[in-house]
């Protein structure tokens, strides 16, 4: 009781009073029916229209029917970690968790809201499955592995072909290239570069181009403080955004774009650049995709540090996270998470959905060509930048989304920092 008692005024802590408390008031509603005998609840954001969601699902299913093991699915989008850290303060949290790793989830381990799985990735015989960049980039400082890596990102930028064509122009690899391809395409009454200005989309496309200015140890560093002002290559990466910002690089009203609307943009042809990870690139049509090529995001023509085109990569996507509850409940858990890195699922989740996966596999891509192109992209062809989620603060991030989407107004560089640097403090 006194190791709960501890977790649950910590986590009640990080949520913060005014947020918890409505929602404990029915948390019951919030968790899956797991009463049956043996039954292993599990909390996910492979959810609703998210790629892999059915597949997922029906792999979810499967497993029921050859171990004749009962689980319950929760479903949540991007409010599972204030689900699933409230329902926790009630001890009725799901047993395992499917969620990314970044903002409110870096804090799970540590509040003891789930467990350390170190020790159970041999025990499980997991360890020769898993990429070892993965397992190092979920481990904490302390050398706790926060969760089991599930899916990774890979976030390329897309180029419709067949618009560039129509404006007489080629797939740039540079800034000043980028502007001339901006110019020609709204020409032509085509959207150069969509991006959801509003969202984290948004926020990651800020963050890249900022990296065109940054060593990997200075990105972490600004990512880390937020403090722009502070670094001579930040600072750059501003301006330079800015720059292309102004010289009508993104379509027009981007501020309100979200990661849904760029997609829609992009898919309808009414755009022809998109920056978005390859499981958005899952959901192109196979009419658009023919006309694609996908690549990296331009290099600055004048200061940067990156040789080629950027493109964000990551191991971090979903985890599975074991909590409080799931570890009284570990020899439910242990066949099922073993289940989801056995071939069958790692191939059901690449060849139904398109998703990058953590699992070591040959699997390649066949019936989602941009996530295959993605996947084939060499360090020979595009440079990989950092994804700053490890980096930024829990308290700073949803204030950071803020601040970036002010930046596709038409504040200059200075008052972008500011707001930026503000974002941070306040958090």
């Known amino acids: 009781m006194p190791n709960a008692i501890s977790r649950r005024t910590l986590l009640r802590a990080a949520v913060g009073g005014g947020i918890a408390a409505p929602l404990l008031s029915g948390c019951g509603a919030l968790m899956p029916a797991s009463d049956r005998p043996g039954a292993l609840s599990v909390h ?82 997991l360890r020769d499955k898993i990429i070892p960049e993965a397992l190092a980039e979920w481990t904490d400082a302390n050398g706790n592995l926060r969760a089991f890596p599930f899916t990774r990102t890979n976030w390329p930028v897309s180029f419709n072909t067949r618009l560039l064509e129509q404006a007489g122009v080629q797939i740039p690899t540079t800034s000043d290239e980028l502007i001339a391809v901006a110019d020609a395409l709204r020409s032509k009454g085509i959207g150069p570069v969509t991006v959801g200005g509003s969202d984290w989309s948004g926020q990651k496309m800020f963050l890249q181009i900022l990296q065109g200015f940054l060593t990997t140890e200075e990105a972490k560093q600004v990512f880390s403080s937020g403090k722009l002002s502070e670094s001579p290559g930040a600072v750059a990466g501003v301006r330079h955004f800015v720059e292309l910002r102004d010289a009508g690089v993104f379509v027009d009203d981007v501020q309100g774009y979200t990661s849904d609307s760029e997609l829609t943009q992009f898919n309808t042809g009414k755009a022809a650049i998109v920056p978005a990870m390859s499981s958005a ?29 950027s493109v964000i990569r990551s191991f971090n996507g979903h985890g599975i996270w074991v909590s409080e509850n799931g570890a009284k409940k570990l020899d439910l858990v242990k066949p099922f998470v073993q289940y989801l890195y056995s071939d069958q699922v790692t191939d059901a989740m690449i060849l139904g959905s398109g998703r990058d996966m953590n699992r070591i596999t040959s699997t390649v891509s066949q019936n989602f060509p941009l996530v295959a192109q993605a996947s084939r992209l060499t360090e020979q062809q595009v440079s990989p930048v950092l994804l700053p989620d490890l980096l930024i603060p829990q308290n700073a991030f949803e204030p950071m989304i803020q601040a970036t989407a002010a930046a596709y107004g038409r504040i200059p560089a200075e008052r972008i920092i500011d707001v930026f640097e503000r974002a941070y403090a306040t958090a």
Not at 281 to 309: N, Q
């Open 281 to 309: 690139l899952a959901k192109v049509p196979a009419e658009r995709a023919k006309e694609v090529t996908v690549g990296g995001w331009p290099v600055p023509s004048r200061g940067g540090v990156i040789e080629r085109p």
């Open 44 to 125: 996910t954001q492979l959810s609703g229209a998210v790629a892999g969601a059915q597949v997922f699902a029906d792999s979810v299913a499967a497993y029921e029917r050859q171990t004749g093991r009962p689980v319950a699915l929760l479903k949540n989008g991007s409010d599972l970690p204030i689900v699933f850290e409230t329902s926790s303060l009630a001890g009725e949290e799901a047993d395992v968790a499917l969620v990314n790793l970044q903002g409110r989830t870096l804090s799970w381990t540590p509040l003891g809201a789930t467990i350390p799985l170190t020790g159970l990735l041999d025990e499980w015989g």
